[in-house]
């Protein structure tokens, strides 16, 4: 079995933890994990991550 198959992977790009480093995100149904790369997505465009990461549809886009 390909270890890669039940690694922690991003929210975002589905990046395994061995590929890139994670930043956990906790969420209304546990925990998960966002790479750097994802990590602005979720904080100026979160409507781009809903149905992958719980809430984040109830998430404004960072304004400037
Ligand atoms: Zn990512």
């Known amino acids: ?4 198959d039940t690694a922690v992977r991003c929210i975002g790009c589905s990046r395994p933890v061995g590929q890139v480093p994670l ?3 906790l969420h209304r149904d546990g925990l998960g994990h966002i790479c750097p790369q994802c990590l602005p997505g979720l904080i100026h465009d979160p409507q781009s991550l809903v149905g992958r990461l719980p809430g984040a549809e109830k998430l404004d886009p960072h304004k400037h």
Request: aromatic share 0%.
């Open 1 to 4: 079995m390909d270890k890669d």
């Open 23 to 25: 930043i956990p995100v």
